[in-house]
């Protein structure tokens, strides 16, 4: 009787702790993905401002900041809660993250830091035109470099080689797990579909111009195509990555998803194609989230692949307890105030 009721709160406890756990990296994905769809579409339009060219550079570039002035600080309100969440209830992961990808993580900060400066100063400063011009620059190319650092860092998690070690010296255990194929290979994939993200939203915004409309669609179906070829690429040095390799092509459940992502991107280039602007942006919407949901898929139960599993960095039961009771107050202030500023600001 004795050993029958000690073994029992034991097997109580574990359960909910596990299932918390889980919960809250699913929080996680869920935070990323609006920053994705969100934010990402602000950095794509940060490529095209730098991109812009043809006599009617003036009214795409006045399109792009009306398009994000009004929403651009609210976007980065996931970014801080998928911090937020990874160091207070997944410690040891968020260690060896801030450890192995401190240098593109700082870069990425300043990145972020000088475009939202930038924007601000380019916008609003009472400054002649060539000051104007530079701050245009520096908000154009740090919306470039910053979605190149952030796929970087998701390629260097997907590769197992985030452990937080010093063996080997500097180059082994700070450079090597980000500074190779497939991270880059993965850079290169975030800043097409962000700028993918960013054209195909800018059709939208553009219904009352529709020269400018016409501009952003041919961009729009060029991204795509280029969104096309990035995949490739990432596929071909997926090698370097095996456990995420194997996530999203050898089980049936990846192959239904990579198949959704394909239907998605024909979906998007067929509207785009035809003009039905709404339906190319959720299919885009789609896409993304898609692609973003099989990579998380891909690695699941791991946190860190190969290295660091859900169950091994999560917090005690006690802060995931107390994170879960301050996301569901948190969300009847978050939600409600977003709906609003959109419906402020987007809603026609």
Not at 103 to 110: A, M, N, R
Not at 141 to 169: D, K
Not at 255 to 266: G, T
Not at 269 to 275: C, E, G, I, K, V
Request: proline letters at 4%; glycine letters at 10%; hydrophobic letters at 55%.
């Amino acid at each position: 009787m004795t050993s029958g009721t000690g073994s029992t709160p034991q097997r109580r406890s574990s359960v909910p702790e596990v299932t918390l756990a889980d919960g809250l990296a699913l929080v996680i994905v869920v935070a990323l993905n609006a920053y994705v769809l969100l934010a990402g579409a602000d950095y794509g339009g940060g490529v095209w401002d730098l991109l812009a060219g043809g006599r009617r550079r003036v009214r795409q570039r006045e399109l792009i900041e009306h398009a994000i002035a009004p929403v651009w600080e609210a976007n980065h309100v996931w970014l801080i809660l998928v911090i937020v969440l990874l160091f207070t209830c997944f410690p040891p992961a968020f260690g060896r993250l801030a450890i192995t990808l401190h240098v593109p993580l700082t870069l990425l900060l300043f990145g972020i830091v000088l475009r939202g400066s930038a924007f601000v100063f380019r916008s609003y400063g009472n400054i002649d035109d060539r000051t104007q011009r530079r701050w245009g620059r520096v908000f154009a190319i740090a919306s470039t470099v910053t979605p190149l650092l952030l796929g970087i860092s998701l390629g260097a998690i997907a590769t197992g080689r985030v452990t937080g070690g010093t063996e080997g010296g500097y180059r082994a255990a700070y450079v090597a797990p980000w500074l190779a194929p497939f991270p880059l290979a993965c850079g290169v994939l975030a800043l097409a579909l962000f700028a993918f993200l960013a054209a195909v939203y800018l059709t939208v915004e553009a219904e009352g111009d529709r020269e400018v409309q016409e501009d952003f669609r041919k961009r729009a179906l060029w991204a795509g195509a280029a969104l096309f070829g990035a995949a490739m690429i990432t596929l071909i040095a997926s090698g370097d990555a095996p456990r995420m390799r194997e996530g999203l092509l050898q089980s049936t459940q990846a192959m239904a998803v990579q198949l959704l992502v394909a239907a998605a991107a024909v979906t998007a280039l067929l509207a785009l194609w035809f003009r039905r602007w709404r339906i190319a942006r959720v299919a885009a919407a789609g896409q993304a989230t898609l692609m973003l949901w099989g990579w998380a898929l891909a690695q699941y139960p791991d946190l860190l692949p190969g290295t660091l599993s859900i169950r091994e960095a999560a917090a005690p039961a006690a802060t995931l307890e107390l994170v879960a009771g301050a996301l569901a107050l948190g969300a009847l202030v978050l939600f409600p105030s977003l709906a609003y500023l959109f419906r402020v600001f987007k809603q026609r």
